[in-house]
């Protein structure tokens, strides 16, 4: 049983386009990351969402917004795909926000990897 | 803010050897948690090895081991009986008050046989 699962895994689309990324996690989590690996393989934290509420944005473009219909998902939607937006984006998932908790590792889905021509 | 610095884009090792892989990191903060996530070629992201900053003692995991030297601010990874599935990329993490995880460039590991 997959713990956080994204769909799609690959994703190849046009320079304009608007794209969403789906995450999925069935282990009871609190808290919900998306995290951007660059082609350099450097990895940076995009948003965190706590019990479905936004609590950490990083500098991204408006062009990025995440959606938490419930806690268990956290969809990344692109509008307007730019060339720089190609990248892995991986979902991730801990038990709960309090940073110091020992519960908070966080479990990481397979990424997804963004082509954009 | 928090950074993560490692130091080594690439490292080698031949099987069964001991290899060491460094980071170092920057924070005002005194108590955080460190980690060691593994990325191979299949991009999941494992976690390897973490240590809590308010321990003294260093983690170990089997055959993964740490040295957490919390004054200089390091916190290297020894992988011991290196074997030819340790091959991947090395991330060294922070986490501290905002929760969210601050990595490094990340360490190339190939294991020769």
């Known amino acids: 049983d997959t713990a956080v699962s994204q769909t799609p895994k690959y994703l190849v689309t046009q320079m304009g386009n608007d794209k969403s990324i789906k995450c999925e996690q069935n282990?009871?989590?609190?808290?919900m990351y998306w995290y951007k690996q660059d082609s350099k393989k450097f990895l940076k934290i995009m948003f965190s969402?706590?019990?479905?509420?936004?609590?950490i944005n990083e500098t991204v473009p408006n062009r990025f917004s995440p959606k938490s219909p419930d806690k268990a998902h956290l969809n990344l939607h692109i509008n307007s795909l730019e060339l720089g937006d190609s990248a892995v984006y991986f979902c991730?998932?801990?038990?709960?926000?309090?940073?110091?908790?020992?519960?908070?590792?966080?479990?990481f889905g397979p990424g997804t990897r963004l082509t954009v021509l | 803010a928090q950074t993560v610095t490692q130091s080594q884009p690439e490292m080698s090792v031949q099987e069964a050897e001991t290899v060491t892989l460094s980071c170092t990191y920057d924070?005002?903060?005194?108590?955080?948690?460190l980690f060691w996530y593994k990325q191979p070629p299949s991009r999941q992201m494992i976690l390897v090895i973490r240590?809590?900053?308010?321990?003294?003692q260093n983690a170990t995991e089997n055959r993964f081991s740490v040295n957490f030297q919390k004054a200089a601010k390091s916190f290297s990874l020894k992988i011991s009986d290196s074997q030819l599935g340790d091959a991947a990329m090395y991330f060294c993490?922070?986490?501290?008050?905002?929760?969210?995880?601050?990595f490094g460039k990340g360490t190339k590991l190939s294991v020769k046989p």
């Open positions: 991730a998932s801990s038990q709960e926000f309090l940073p110091m908790s020992s519960y908070n590792e966080q479990f």
């Open positions: 993490a922070y986490r501290g008050s905002q929760g969210n995880l601050i």
């Open positions: 282990l009871g989590h609190d808290t």
């Open positions: 924070t005002s903060e005194s108590d955080y948690y």
């Open positions: 240590q809590e900053a308010y321990k003294q």
């Open positions: 969402y706590n019990n479905k509420e936004l609590i």
